[in-house]
């Protein structure tokens, strides 16, 4: 019977990764997306299909043609402003400058090391999850630095490497959207739902900031701590069982140059956020807000909401210059600016998908489509009683299977956000709810998806303890962090709703026009 579970499980893999395969390239994918606006816009023009403004009383709203005079003449004139109005584009690249310093000097490998470290043996496994989760401050560079560390670790402790891989990873995949600090994936997802957010109500979108799920992702943390400790303990590694092969390695601790280089950054990294301190909490400091009926609402409304994304960037930037210097990874401003630039070749593959990504939104915004399909969509959730928690429930199924095949976060987002978020503000659910159901069910599914970019080099890391690993068997390794993640975090959104809680500054989980 278990090897005819086998076989069934691993032909649904198969399945998987060939109708995977057979997907374009996401650069490609937004090109045909974009093409296909093109022509849709001119198919529903025909049929005058019309609805009520949500947000504009009296106001009617109808698809407009992209095949026509006033449709040419925008794609040819707003390419390029397309392009660099692309919401993710210019945030993601300048927080990249600060994490890339950070990462390419070594103090962010540093940092993850010296934690996992210095955490007790029976703590080692909740410390191992915890530092693969709060690795998203640093983008996807816990992909490369943790699960090979976690391997070495638990090799290094007599317990099978494998269960330490699978715990690193599952905690720097599966539970990429949940943190301590703000992080890339914040300014990332949140500019494209304000965005998507606007075509319902320009008005509430600009109340809106990329902090918007900051209180939940907090308390995320902990949770997926917990569970990613149980999970590892108690189901991995004793289906594991014990390890046999012949690799064996001792675990080395931070180099005396190195804990000088760490200790400078914290420093560094602590007066930093005392200056942002200075600037923001005193009575009438600079980057408080002018306006509100509280001193909490002047925060939230303040300048300072407004400049995370360099304050988060020169809270990289400055601690990675500081090791850097002081562990001679550095040596000039040449060096600065190679680091710098590597950083930007890295995101070549980003920026020009941005492109495709930003003509494809602009297209959809400007035919009215988004404002239409939500407001239909709507009236036909409504139409069927589909909503609540059982509506999060079916969201966070969709948006976890569409993760099987297409791995970008950003991407899948830019193409969801525009439909689902006026989608949910029709139906009276913050923009900010829905973009947090997204990013339960895109993180927990990221780690049994053999189409998630680091999938493969995840696969290598694991053939060091079993030149068998496969496919198949590493998403059987990972298969219980997904379900175990996934019901206990959208347990604790269900909770969440249910209490009425802030999912952030300001976000509440109602939206009322």
């Not at 969509?377 to 299977?401: C, R």
């Not at 189409?451 to 053939?463: E, G, K, N, S, V």
Request: with cysteine; aromatic share 12%.
């Amino acid at each position: 019977m278990a090897s005819k579970r086998r076989g069934i499980f691993q032909r649904f893999l198969d399945m998987v990764e060939n109708v995977g395969n057979k997907l374009p390239h996401p650069i490609t994918l937004f090109a045909i997306l974009a093409l296909m606006v093109v022509g849709i816009s001119w198919i529903v023009s025909l049929f005058n299909i019309t609805v009520d403004h949500p947000g504009e009383e009296g106001t009617v709203v109808a698809v407009e043609s992209l095949i026509s005079f006033e449709g040419i003449q925008y794609m040819l004139t707003s390419m390029v402003d397309n392009f660099i109005g692309f919401a993710p584009l210019g945030v993601v690249l300048a927080t990249m400058l600060g994490i890339g310093i950070a990462e390419r000097t070594g103090l962010i490998s540093a940092c993850l090391r010296g934690f996992v470290l210095s955490v007790p043996k029976q703590l080692i496994t909740a410390g191992l999850v915890f530092a693969g989760i709060m690795s998203s401050v640093a983008s996807d560079a816990g992909y490369v630095v943790l699960p090979p560390l976690g391997a070495v670790i638990f090799a290094a402790l007599g317990r099978h490497p494998l269960a330490g891989l699978a715990a690193a990873f599952a905690g720097v995949s599966a539970g990429f959207s949940a943190n301590l600090f703000l992080s890339a994936t914040d300014p990332m997802l949140g500019e494209l739902t304000i965005q998507a957010a606007s075509i319902i109500s320009a008005e509430y979108a600009e109340g809106m900031t990329i902090a918007m799920n900051y209180y939940f992702i907090i308390v995320s943390v902990f949770l997926l701590t917990f569970v990613g400790a149980f999970v590892t303990e108690r189901v991995v590694e004793p289906r594991l069982g014990e390890y046999k092969g012949d690799y064996r390695e001792d675990l080395k601790g931070l180099e005396s140059v190195e804990k000088r280089g760490v200790a400078w950054a914290a420093a560094s990294f602590i007066v930093g956020l005392g200056l942002t301190a200075l600037l923001v909490l005193p009575p009438g400091a600079p980057m408080q807000g002018t306006e509100g009926a509280t001193y909490v609402d002047n925060i939230i409304q303040s300048p300072f909401m407004s400049s995370l994304v360099p304050i988060i960037t020169l809270l990289f930037f400055v601690p990675g210059l500081i090791y850097g210097i002081v562990t001679k990874n550095i040596k000039s401003d040449k060096d600065v600016a190679n680091q710098l630039s590597d950083t930007m070749a890295s995101m070549g593959m980003f920026i020009v998908l941005a492109f495709t990504a930003g003509q494809f939104v602009a297209y959809f915004e400007w035919t009215n489509m988004g404002l239409v399909l939500g407001v239909a969509g709507a009236e036909f959730l409504d139409s069927i009683n589909l909503t609540g928690i059982p509506l999060i429930l079916a969201f966070i199924a969709v948006a976890g299977f569409i993760n099987l095949f297409i791995g970008s976060a950003s991407a899948k987002w830019a193409m969801m956000a525009p439909v689902f978020v006026p989608i949910m503000m029709q139906l009276g659910y913050s923009p900010e709810l829905t973009q947090m159901a997204y990013r339960i069910a895109d993180s927990t599914t990221n780690i049994i998806s053999p189409l998630m970019t680091y999938f493969a080099i995840i696969i290598t890391f694991a053939q060091k303890y079993d030149k068998k690993m496969g496919i198949g068997t590493m998403i059987s390794v990972m298969f219980p962090y997904t379900i175990f993640f996934t019901i206990a975090w959208t347990i604790m959104l269900v909770v969440w709703m249910l209490l009425g809680l802030p999912l952030g500054p300001g976000s509440g989980i109602e939206f009322n026009m």
